[in-house]
């Protein structure tokens, strides 16, 4: 089991960026895909983007493309979502998630996690 504690959300407006990083401890963080979910409230959690276990592919939810970016440092045990052009509607809780099993392209379904973080809080004012 892998464990997974956020940091950097926070207040911002409209237009600003945020930093989430996620640092992993416990199994192979390296050999696991990693993902960013969020959930706004009275909303499902849903994927915003994952990146494959060496860092070589990345993917994202349409809504974010062009404005995120998602990142890993295998040697730091850290994966990072940079969140520019940020919108009222980017408002959740955010999450960071690792991936059931070893080797795979990307986590884009809770069916596809194995550990969750607590989550971090990120709000977009207008």
């Known amino acids: 089991q892998v464990q997974l504690v956020e940091s950097g959300g926070g207040l911002v407006q409209a237009g600003g960026s945020l930093r989430l990083s996620c640092a992993a401890s416990g199994r192979t963080f390296r050999n696991y895909a990693m993902g960013w979910f969020r959930q706004a409230p009275g909303k499902e959690r849903e994927f915003v983007s994952t990146?494959?276990?060496?860092?070589?592919?990345?993917y994202y939810e349409d809504s974010v493309k062009g404005r995120f970016t998602i990142s890993r440092d295998n040697a730091k045990n850290t994966v990072s979502l940079q969140m520019n052009s940020l919108k009222p509607e980017d408002t959740a809780v955010y999450y960071c998630?690792?991936?059931?099993?070893?080797?795979?392209?990307?986590?884009?379904?809770?069916?596809?996690?194995?550990?969750w973080g607590q989550g971090t809080q990120v709000t977009v004012s207008s």
């Open positions: 990146i494959d276990w060496s860092g070589g592919a990345t």
């Open positions: 998630a690792a991936a059931r099993s070893m080797f795979g392209s990307r986590a884009t379904t809770p069916k596809d996690i194995g550990s």
